[in-house]
């Protein structure tokens, strides 16, 4: 048996579309973006530290915004996941990646919160109960579409949105222009650390300040769900029940290079500019800021400085003794919204990066022959009887308090992973690809910057957890 994954298959690149609606996956990285870091984390950091510190979620977001271009740059060119591209320079990122995954995001920690959040906004009912309506919830809507990544990226340009509209009105009813000018100040106060800061919670914050872990990898399944440059013919994830199944390509392709497809290729990348730029980027940032400006202006008076998913609660309170009922229950709903869209599109990510793992593992490469089990099996089927599973075990999962030892690997690997496939994205886009498709100075420099950082922030997490910090 070949050992080796099948060869690129050579098309044509397709024409780049013209319209702006073809963007979306900009506002799915969003939605997955806008949990801890933005909601809790950061406004948290800000409440305790001060606003000098918004530099260095500038820092982060930024990071990340480079890291999603050239995800997606690989992904355009080839039609292929990053962990099949990945996979053929070194045969044991596959297993890494798939047990990485598992470890990261099996734990049902989105649903405990997003329980909290409708316990508190009703005022009767466990968070328990709650949360098993979220997980049921998110598989009614995952079932309801044809196309897994269409109904997801749908729902999240209704539900981003309508929470950015309610941060929108919440910022207005409370922040004054110096508030605002000290926020921004706040975003140039570059090299500003305060004394006594927990540098290990510091790093992950700028970790955090986007996506994070393994999740900025998944932006390879999305665009080719989306059919983005040579997605289009990798085929898709389809419902088995309401849509016709897709025949999915295990292995990717390339195009040749001429006048007509190196213009092509520039609308393509343009799009994912746009896409990552104005919508992850930009709004992200918008939405870390007012949040943690929210935070820093009704809770720094107080002399309050909660933690967890207190951070939205507590202001939640405070917001409705100013502007009542209404206050109270529209901060609550913007933090539901916010919290709902994060754990729908990681349990879409998780679920794709599982699959895709083991759909293309299962039909070629080193392990074909212990994954023949799954070689006959549609993706599609894959894709949704995991979600089936993936749902269920959070809804078990939910009962028992996360062991120590599983949240400590989960914060650790979270780290190493991005140390890890950072550098490996720049070899695949400044080896793998034609020179007339690889990435220019600036953005090799932010990625070499953002890989230096991410291997520092492990070395340091490590130590900090093993008690050498």
Known sequence: MD??????????????????????????????????????????LIVKYGLGLLWMALVGITFQY??????????????????????????WFAPFWFFSAILLYVWPGWASAL?????????????????????????????????????????????????????????????????????????????????????????GAVVFAGAGGLLNTCISLWYRDKQFGMGKYAGRITNPISGKIESVSVSGFSFPINKQSISDWKKWMNFVRIDQGLIFWFLGLITLVLLSLNAFVVLTPKGLIPEGINVAIVQAHIFGEGWGVIGYNSFLIMAFLMLFSVMWTIVDAFTRIITDILYVNSNSGPFEKYL?????????????????VILSSNAILMTFDQPLVLLTISAVLGGIAMAIYVPVLIFLNNFKLPKELRPGIITNVAMLLGAIFYITFSFVLIADKFGYY
């Not at 089990?373 to 549609?378: D, H, I, R, S």
């Open 66 to 91: 480079f890291i999603n271009q050239e995800v997606a740059r690989h992904a355009l060119a080839t039609g292929e996941s990053f962990f099949t591209s990945s996979s053929r320079l070194f045969k």
């Open 115 to 203: 329980g909290t959040i409708l316990a508190e906004l009703f005022g009767f009912g466990s968070y328990v109960s709650w949360a098993l309506i979220c997980l049921l919830l998110v598989l009614m809507m995952t079932l309801s579409g044809r196309v897994a990544y269409i109904i997801l990226e749908k729902s999240l340009k209704i539900t981003v949105p309508t929470f950015f509209i309610l941060l929108v009105f919440s910022s207005f009813n409370i922040l004054s222009f110096e508030n605002i000018k000290e926020a921004f100040w706040g975003l140039l106060n570059f090299g500003y650390i305060p004394n006594g800061i927990d540098i290990p919670t510091l790093m």
């Open 3 to 44: 050992e080796r994954y099948l060869p690129l298959k050579e098309k044509e690149l397709p024409t780049a579309p013209r319209s702006v609606s073809a963007l979306g996956v900009g506002v799915v990285v969003m939605g997955l973006a806008i949990g801890t870091g933005e909601l809790i984390l950061w406004p948290h």
């Open 372 to 388: 023949s089990f799954f070689k006959n099996v549609p993706e599609s089927y894959l894709y949704y009887s995991l979600v089936v």
